[in-house]
């Protein structure tokens, strides 16, 4: 069976690429550097066009777009950069008395033809960010833009192959159907970042290929604020990150857990952030974002009929505008406690002190980020202690995540895999173990051949044991 | 277990950002039947050690160890967070449909895929640790006896079931002369004139691998050996020559005593034939020549690589055990078996105080913020700071 090109519109491209791929194009450092160095003469040439574009697509303040967009994926082909030879060298490891006179060490390889499905929310950031690891680690790429972040897109498409060898990287439009299609070709790694249920999709096409694939997926980000708190910070610190983007963060505080007491001294403080950062009318800040599409904005505005509007509420259908807002009375069945927000939203659920809040969470999927504030560095421990999800930060939101020293990732329903500065590279790599022995010395294995005895059985288990200590005297 | 730091960065200069490591919760191990003890408890020490609950599904073909796993080992662990569950296909399916935390799968690629599958639908991270046929390249530069013990012993220890094995030989004809003769004379020297009779020969699980093994002695022509016993599941150390590609034994992995040759007139020909295939969970390279075994290396992938020996790297803790493409995902052995039990949560901890140093990053914005958060972010690899 087999697909003319005219109905398979990724055939020839796929084909094209896995050939460059086969015959070593990718391999060199000095490719791998030329790419990078490539991506980032993109980003220099292309700043102004790429924050019209994310402003046009998200309102995005310069400001925003500098940081979490621009100069993100600027660091990191700087780092990449810096460190790719570093990276593709082989790991020798210790070795045991029996191997003592081999080589051995893990070889760094390429997967292949490598897929990378990125969302609309961050939509340079997390189309390039993957593509750095993917590219440093010697892979042919394909890209799939999402096309609701509709600007961003047509830069993808248009302007970046201009950067890159063509003969192994490539730009794929389209929809849910055409990304369908997409996930029937086979490919050697597939790198999503979206939701749960498109991630199962994902999975689940991969499996049919034995594709493996790293899922950065999402979930309701638990905040908890203990009594013990300055509520001014606090309200600093949760706001920032909650209406950072229009709250379009995968990694962004989804709802608050405190007790009522600190409920009542948190709400004058998150009035009084709010109109710090965005003055009396948030509508004409320039410096916050607006809701990507009709169909989030529709969905956003209906979660405001929850529980009851302590701050904010108001909403713009011509502008996508949705005001910084806090729920408070949220009953945990509700829409706004059972979706991810992935809006300027913040529900407060009340609870009666750390147990409960740590009971709460955990009853829920393990989130992509969790978030606890307190003055005692106790209470701090104790909720990293006795939860779990994919990063967390206490007295801060998402800080963690700009640190490409720790990665960054999910578990359970948030995700699979990591990624960021070196765990890119070394999510896009094969780890290949490899052992070189002499072809002589033959008498030293004698010991192993059968037919066997006691004697050699012993010598053989004792060469074999692990070694902590490299004996150089060997 | 410790938890592991990260460097910072301006912004997060006072702050305390490490790596913890996490038990994922509820594992599910399903081991096979070929090294039922090892492939059931390697994995499980890994688990263990990370923390996890851990549900065992040894293979129900192994028999006499399935019966031991299942009666003495729970007497061992603490039977409230470790159980064995028993049963075939069908059982492995029911066991499927539950969610669990992580799922560590040995066994072929047709049931990887099934497992990956069902896995996919509960979000469920897996190791999939699968198989293929693995090439041996022997280069003319050779010694051809000691190629012969050292391909023969991997090949037919445990009567050639074993996943990292050489399942097929590629070299030129004049080497497979010099060859044939000297894996006779190892064959003899490690089991004697009648292996069948020698107590270092291992058996054929059962009769369906049997009668598919028998079935391959009739592919090429027998050159050494081919003899079986279907009484014993017996088949004997054999090696065959003037095979076909198309031909079953060079279709399917053998997972038997069965050692086929094919013929390539050099290096070149042989990773072109390796290169069209699956990559193998294992590949190996005989040369004299240092500069060949690396070009093999180089050119190829492979789950791992053994230069001038069999899978000799397995007993190696230090390094990761895996496959790559049909031959599997994820690696384990020593730490990595730790590591990959374990959820790596990124953790930041920031002063509660100090809030002036955040106030550049808060709106109203002014372009010199920008140039100061730009710096400060970058500014990872600078420890005087």
Not at 147 to 170: G, M, N, T, V, W
Not at 245 to 265: F, H, I, K, W
Not at 389 to 415: K, R, Y
Request: charged share 20%; hydrophobic share 40%.
């Amino acid at each position: 069976m087999d697909a003319s090109p005219w109905m398979d519109p990724f055939e020839d491209t796929l084909r094209r690429l896995r050939e460059t791929f086969q015959v070593g194009h990718t391999r060199s450092a000095e490719f791998r550097a030329a790419q990078l160095r490539g991506l980032g003469r993109f980003l220099q040439d292309n700043k102004q066009l790429l924050h019209d574009a994310l402003a046009q697509d998200l309102h995005k303040s310069a400001f925003e777009s500098e940081l979490s967009e621009v100069a993100i994926s600027q660091g990191e082909v700087n780092l990449a950069l810096r460190n790719l030879r570093a990276w593709m060298k082989d790991e020798h490891v210790p070795k045991s008395l029996a191997t003592q006179l081999d080589s051995a060490f893990i070889r760094k390889e390429p997967f292949g033809l490598v897929l990378i499905i990125a969302p609309w929310n961050y939509p340079l950031n997390l189309t390039l960010v993957p593509l750095v690891g993917a590219l440093a680690a010697g892979n042919c790429v394909v890209l799939k833009p999402s096309e609701i972040s509709k600007s961003i897109e047509k830069i993808l498409a248009e302007e970046l192959p201009r950067y890159l060898d063509q003969s192994c990287f490539a730009v794929v439009l389209g929809g849910p159907q055409e990304t369908g299609q997409l996930l029937e070709h086979r490919f050697d790694y597939i790198f999503f970042t979206g939701s749960p249920r498109v991630g199962k999709i994902v999975m689940t096409a991969a499996a049919k290929h034995l594709t493996p694939v790293t899922l950065e997926l999402g979930g309701k980000n638990p905040c908890y604020v203990d009594d013990n708190c300055d509520p001014q910070i606090v309200a600093n610190r949760v706001a920032w990150f909650r209406y950072f983007n229009a709250g379009q963060t995968c990694v962004a505080p989804d709802y608050l857990l405190c007790s009522p007491e600190m409920q009542e001294r948190l709400l004058p403080a998150l009035q009084s952030t709010i109109t710090r950062f965005y003055g009396d009318d948030p509508q004409s800040s320039p410096n916050l974002g607006r809701i990507i599409n009709q169909k989030h904005f529709q969905r956003l505005r209906a979660l405001l009929g929850c529980g009851r509007v302590a701050i904010g509420g108001q909403s713009d259908e011509h502008d996508r505008y949705i005001a910084p807002t806090v729920l408070v009375d949220v009953q945990e069945a509700e829409p706004v406690m059972q979706e991810e927000i992935f809006g300027p939203i913040l529900p407060i659920m009340n609870v009666r002190g750390v147990d409960e809040a740590i009971e709460f969470i955990n009853r829920r999927e393990k989130p992509l980020a969790l978030f606890a504030f307190s003055n005692s560095s106790q209470v701090v421990k104790r909720i990293l202690a006795q939860t779990s999800s994919g990063g967390f930060c206490g007295n801060d939101g998402f800080m963690h995540i700009t640190l490409a020293s720790l990665p960054f990732g999910g578990v359970g329903a948030s995700g699979i895999g990591r990624y960021h500065g070196k765990f890119s590279f070394d999510t896009f790599s094969h780890h290949r173990a490899c052992l070189l022995r002499s072809p002589g010395m033959e008498k030293l294995n004698a010991i192993r051949y059968p037919p066997h005895s006691p004697r050699h059985l012993r010598k053989l288990v004792v060469a074999m044991e692990a070694r902590d200590c490299s004996c150089t005297l060997l």
